[in-house]
Nanobody, 125 residues
Framework: QVPLVESGGGLVQAGGSLRLSCAAS????????MAWFRQAPGKSRESVAA????????YYKDSVNGRFTISRDNARNTVYLQMNSLKPEDTAVYYC??????????????????WGQGTQVTVSS
């Protein structure tokens, strides 16, 4: 497991943008896939985006595809989620997660064993 800390959440109007960051507290040894999940009030946690260790492969939930972009900087042990054209339905606590990259299941919550504490994203109408 790798300790993770999210940042960058906040309040934004619909149509606005936010950039979330997730930093590992220590150096990551091995090839980790990383992902973003979110949980809205009264709903279960769902996948948002994921990225393979190399950064070459990315995966998105259909509802955010084209609006959100996941990227990573392995030298800084950090993954980012650029969120554009935000909608009220994007309001949720966003969590970053990490796991050893197996090449499969990038958007499968149960595959991840390292989790951050979450950062609140609120999108107003």
């Amino acid at each position: 497991q790798v300790p993770l800390v999210e940042s960058g959440g906040g309040l934004v109007q619909a149509g606005g943008s936010l950039r979330l960051s997730c930093a590992a507290s220590g150096r990551i040894r091995g090839r980790y896939a990383m992902a973003w999940f979110r949980q809205a009030p009264g709903k279960s946690r769902e996948s948002v985006a994921a990225i393979a260790w190399s950064g070459g492969n990315t995966y998105y939930k259909d509802s955010v595809n084209g609006r959100f972009t996941i990227s990573r900087d392995n030298a800084r042990n950090t993954v980012y989620l650029q969120m554009n054209s935000l909608k009220p339905e994007d309001t949720a606590v966003y969590y970053c997660a990490a796991r050893i990259d197996s090449g499969l299941g990038y958007l499968s919550e149960h595959e991840y064993d390292s989790w951050g504490q979450g950062t609140q994203v609120t999108v107003s109408s």
